[in-house]
């Protein structure tokens, strides 16, 4: 007698670009530039994905009109007219400036990973214009960690979902009440966005269900102990706001590339609900949560503290806001662009010739200025963006520069030595050759940087199995593929096993 076959209802393909976890991580950065956050704290960091992207340095300085205004330099007070790079050119990605970040986990093995990937590299590649300082700290969300009271910024992507009730309880009564950020920014799997991966009225054969009993409901990952729809997670927004003296915006990220064949992609929304939380500094909200915040504080008596697991400080370079003058930087384009054979550059690869930036004491508009004011250059602004630049060698490059190539293309006899006196070019700190500016010119730092090549970079820096993250395996089923490692956990052994 045959045997019945049992079926199962095929997962439809659901696929995201970017990643959805990248889609989050953009989200939260896109925040932090427009509000110019200096001071950010990542709770449930994990691995230190955030941190560690914070940490890269800034190309350049901010404008600092006050600065300049009281340089003992007059040639440098036509500076105030230009073009500023973070004031007027709003159509390019700001540049961020972090100050102090902080870390907190639980998970000792994701630590290590987030102490190590956050700490000063013995040689950083590009000049860093600005100090940081940066701790890494173990422990539970339930505990009161003085160092995170104040924060511009503090961000839970993917942790409250993983939360028990004793420890949920006190998630917005200590980031919103005790903390009290000016910006809290959290994100939380959409329970509502789970039926885009199969038909209406299909059953459930993936998943995991409701670990408290509470729902039938089918999580997504096996750690969860609740997975909000849209309608709740509003409202639990709104009540925390309206507890603690907070606006809040709530929205979603992460929308299939392929249509629903059933036409419920707007009904559903994005896989990820993000809530932007702004602390309302008025008086009645002042004292509300000074009023309440005694309370939560008394409940944390006797809770294990924080453990600090690391410390790092980042220096800024010594010339950070000490530029030569106007005529030595021009002079010294001039020489770069003649000595590597260029008549026309982007202005912006001018910047990452280490000896150019330094001299300009990290800030671009110096750089801009001298280059409008030297008789043998030109700033060509027909490219629209800043990014889009050129500067030209007016008159081209000059016979004795000429000759000089020319010199050492003919005299293939003369030895290693003798070629690295004449015909090579080293300046203050390293060796700059042609196709220099491909590599130093990150996405993620360079002004011009679009969210594709942010997540690019992102990708490779994480060495990311791309198919991964963003396409569901048939044989396998979608859940536990199509979404990011938990990067956090407040109740549960460091050796669960995290979605992968």
């Known amino acids: 007698m045959d045997m019945p076959t049992l079926t199962t209802t095929p997962e439809i393909k659901v696929t995201f670009w970017p990643p959805l976890f990248l889609q989050r991580k953009i989200w939260v950065l896109n925040v932090l530039r427009r509000d110019n956050i200096a001071w950010v704290v990542d709770l449930g960091c994990g691995e230190g994905e955030l941190l560690a992207t914070l940490c890269q340095p800034a190309p350049w300085l901010p404008s600092d009109r006050e600065l300049l205004e009281t ?7 036509n500076i105030l007219t230009r073009n500023h790079p973070e004031e007027e050119h709003e159509n390019e990605i700001r540049n961020l400036h972090p100050r102090r970040l902080a870390g907190l986990d639980i998970s000792s093995r994701d630590l290590k990973y987030a102490v190590e990937c956050t700490a000063p590299s013995a040689r950083e590649p590009y000049a860093r214009w600005e100090p940081l300082e940066v701790q890494i700290w173990k422990g539970g969300l339930e505990a ?48 509502d966005f789970n039926a885009r991966f199969s038909a209406p009225d299909a059953p459930r054969d993936e998943g995991y269900p409701d670990p408290t009993g509470r729902t039938t409901r089918i999580f997504r990952h096996q750690d969860h102990k609740f997975e909000w729809t849209v309608d709740e997670f509003v409202q639990w927004c709104q009540e925390a706001a309206n507890e603690w003296g907070y606006s809040v915006v709530t929205s979603s990220v992460g929308t299939a590339l392929e ?52 410390a790092h400080s980042y220096f800024s370079h010594a010339s950070a806001g000490k530029p030569s003058s106007l005529d030595h930087v021009g002079d ?41 004011i030297h008789t043998k250059l030109r700033l060509r602004k027909d490219g629209g963006k800043r990014s889009a630049w050129e500067v030209e060698l007016v008159g081209g490059i000059s016979r004795a520069v000429l000759d000089w190539h020319s010199h050492c293309e003919e005299e293939p006899h003369l030895d290693e030595k003798q070629l690295d006196q004449d015909c090579l070019y080293e300046d203050e700190q390293s060796e700059v050759t042609d196709g220099d500016e491909d590599y130093i010119e990150a996405p993620w730092t360079d002004s011009n940087l679009s969210e594709n090549n942010l997540i690019e970079e992102d990708i490779s820096a994480w060495n990311l199995d791309v198919n991964t993250w963003v396409q569901a395996d048939a044989d396998g089923g979608i859940w536990g593929k199509w979404d990011e490692p938990a990067l956090d956990s407040w109740d549960i052994d460091e050796d669960w096993n995290k979605e992968v």
């Open 144 to 191: 009161i960690n003085p160092e995170f009271t104040n924060a511009e910024c503090i961000v839970a992507t993917e942790v409250v979902e993983h939360l028990p009730d004793a420890i949920l309880s006190d998630f917005a009564p200590v980031i919103l009440g005790v903390y009290h950020p000016r910006i809290f920014l959290m994100t939380t799997p959409s329970y």
């Open 71 to 77: 340089s003992k330099q007059p040639n440098l007070i």
């Open 332 to 372: 010294l384009i001039v020489t770069n662009m003649e000595q590597r054979g260029e008549e026309v550059t982007r202005m912006e690869g001018l910047w990452f010739i280490p000896n150019v930036s330094v001299s300009c004491g990290g800030r671009i508009e110096v750089m801009m200025d001298a280059i409008e």
């Open 259 to 310: 249509r629903d064949e059933w036409g419920r992609d707007e009904e559903l929304g994005g896989a990820s609900q993000v809530a932007e939380f702004r602390r309302l500094d008025d008086s009645p909200s002042t004292e509300m949560r000074s009023n309440k915040r005694k309370n939560v504080l008394e409940r944390a008596l006797g809770r294990p503290n924080h453990e600090l697991l690391a």
